[in-house]
């Protein structure tokens, strides 16, 4: 498992400006369509694009605080949050 950190550092300004979920109108053409091939997460048109509260450069800190306030051990809080990337990138690349 790892976090997949895809929206810019500083959030998505036009889902920032529309105050996270006027732009999903625009998203949703791509969600139905991973629906429509059957990937399992996609089953339900998403309330907005970013998570409120996650659009912002400060929302890495946020997802790991949860990790460890849910009980997940400071070691494995870090492999979730790029330690498995890098392991599989040094494995695969190393």
């Known amino acids: 498992m790892g976090i997949a950190n895809d929206f810019p550092?500083?959030?998505?300004?036009?889902?920032?400006?529309?105050?996270?979920?006027?732009?999903?109108?625009?998203y949703l053409p791509w969600w139905r369509e991973m629906r429509g091939r059957g990937l399992l997460g996609f089953e339900n048109d998403p309330p907005h694009v970013a998570f409120?509260?996650?659009?912002?450069?400060?929302?890495?800190?946020?997802?790991?605080?949860?990790?460890?306030?849910?009980?997940?051990?400071s070691s494995d809080a870090a492999k979730v949050m790029g330690g498995n990337w890098l392991?599989?990138?040094?494995d695969v690349l190393g």
């Open 52 to 73: 409120p509260g996650l659009n912002s450069i400060d929302r890495m800190e946020r997802i790991h605080d949860a990790l460890l306030a849910s009980g997940l051990r």
């Open 9 to 26: 550092c500083g959030g998505e300004p036009r889902v920032q400006v529309t105050g996270n979920d006027g732009a999903v109108e625009n």
């Open 87 to 90: 392991r599989v990138l040094t």
